[in-house]
């Protein structure tokens, strides 16, 4: 069992060979452990101490079991209580759980692996209940705690705030975290703000597993000792060491070889790890935090990823929304990008076309992010002067002003052909507009905004057209 070097548990118990057993046990499996002779001392070291877990026994001078577990959850209504007694009375047992104990264990205990499984299944209960009431609260409020935690986060885009409200109630626990997203998402900064939200103190370390072999990938993140291989002069700390206390962030595990993820699971469940050529295990207290651009499940019905593994991720599990989901984000991210990228050339932020977000919010975002990002630094290095020029967004976007306004889904009648050698008739100017203006609003799906982009046209001066035409239609 690894050791617990953050939880608190308080024993009770009368009887000193019963008390010390238990108390060399847990201390030496890393627990903070604190004892107490009687019901009445137990409850004074609860108020004192605040303990994580508590051990009692029913039958103790002064005050008994029973009442110190009345007792104690009138203070701490979730605070698990295991009852460790030697009465062998059911009568007793079945009234300590009517009254909120966690499980009752008799004595003499010999098994103390399956009691620590007991404590950590009770702990992990309560850690469970804490959670999802912390995220029913966030829910109903509708706000973060914290919300400076996520300021290197751009948005306004509800999906996106409710995972954020996700983070800030998991973030505190010791589970690992899988974030799931498209590529360019942005799933490092959503790492950050685990570590972040967390108050860990260590670093945050990151390591991209994508194209690492097992050697490699056992090396960067595990370390190794001196001699394990050729030119291996001196020992050397792996990354896993490196964020000690802190967040170990593994980007693009979906790609990661089999014994590497054989290695990965001895690490998330045991907290162990051997650098190469040591036969001496580490004890890594790092938060791990994973992420992955692929389709796990699909990976697993494949065999290409293991299964065990994925269940072992499947406790916390976080997905970002990619751009084309995230409309109402895309002036902001725009404003953003537009100042981190003039700053950096040293030029004065370019004022961007007001055409231009409705451009953006049509095209659907392959590369996420990351894409706009290269989109708004491209533009703003080819900026001279006056209005920001729409050309190498829609030259990076791979179109051009006649194809946004190109044909879709045209009906017989619009299907008029821009030639007379056919025997076709020209389309008058008027009927030309009327064609055009249907287009980009089918296009647009019935944004107005969208579709004045389109048509290189502010929205006020399509209203108009728009507004004409519906005059005209009654007349």
């Not at 080819?382 to 976007?397: V, W």
């Amino acid at each position: 069992m690894q050791p617990s070097t953050n939880v608190t548990l308080l024993i009770i118990e009368d009887e000193e060979a019963v008390l010390r057993g238990l108390e060399l046990y847990f201390s030496d499996s890393g627990y903070t452990v604190v004892t107490a002779v009687n019901g009445a001392q137990g409850v004074e070291l609860f108020r004192s101490v605040q303990p994580d877990i508590i051990f009692t026994d029913l039958r103790m001078p002064v005050m008994g079991g029973l009442d110190v577990i009345k007792t104690i959850k009138q203070i701490s209504p979730d605070t698990p209580i295991i009852v460790i007694s030697g009465t062998g009375s059911v009568k007793d047992a079945v009234e300590a759980l009517k009254n909120g104990a966690w499980d009752y264990v008799e004595k003499p205990v010999h098994d103390f692996i399956a009691l620590e499984n007991m404590l950590q299944k009770a702990l992990e209960n309560n850690l469970l209940r804490a959670q999802v009431a912390g995220l029913k609260q966030k829910l109903l409020s509708g706000g973060l705690r914290n919300p400076e935690v996520f300021s290197a986060i751009t948005t306004r885009t509800p999906s996106v705030i409710n995972v954020l409200q996700y983070i800030e109630v998991i973030a505190p626990t010791a589970q690992p975290v899988l974030i799931c997203g498209e590529t360019g998402v942005g799933k490092e900064l959503f790492a950050h703000a685990v570590h972040s939200a967390s108050g860990r103190k260590g670093k945050f370390v990151a390591l991209n597993v994508a194209g690492l072999d097992d050697q490699m990938f056992s090396d960067t993140l595990f370390g190794h000792a001196r001699g394990a291989f050729t030119g291996a002069d001196s020992a050397r700390d792996g990354m896993i060491a490196q964020a000690a206390g802190g967040t170990l962030f593994l980007d693009e595990i979906g790609d990661l070889k089999e014994m590497s993820q054989i290695k990965l699971l001895r690490l998330l469940q045991e907290r162990e790890y051997y650098p190469i050529g040591s036969d001496h295990p580490r004890v890594s207290d790092a938060r791990i935090v994973l992420a992955t651009h692929r389709n796990l499940p699909d990976l697993v019905a494949k065999e290409k990823f293991r299964q065990d593994l994925y269940y072992r991720l499947f406790a916390h599990q976080v997905s970002v929304p990619p751009l084309r989901e995230r409309p109402e984000d895309i002036a902001l991210l725009l404003e953003f990008f537009l100042l981190e990228a003039a700053e950096s050339l040293g030029r004065k932020k370019p004022t961007p076309p007001p055409e231009l977000v409705g451009y953006l919010q049509s095209y659907r975002f392959p590369g996420n992010i990351r894409e706009l990002r290269a989109l708004v630094y491209e533009a703003a290095a080819r900026h001279t002067q006056g209005i920001l020029a729409m050309d190498s967004f829609l030259l990076g976007m791979g179109k051009t002003a006649e194809a946004q306004i190109s044909p879709v889904n045209l009906s017989t009648s619009a299907a008029i052909v821009l030639r007379d050698s056919s025997g076709e008739r020209m389309p008058t100017l008027s009927e030309a507009e009327e064609l055009l203006i249907a287009q980009a609003m089918a296009l647009a799906k019935g944004n107005q905004g969208i579709a004045a982009g389109y048509l290189g046209i502010n929205r006020s001066a399509l209203n108009k057209r728009l507004a004409k035409r519906k005059g005209d239609g009654d007349d």
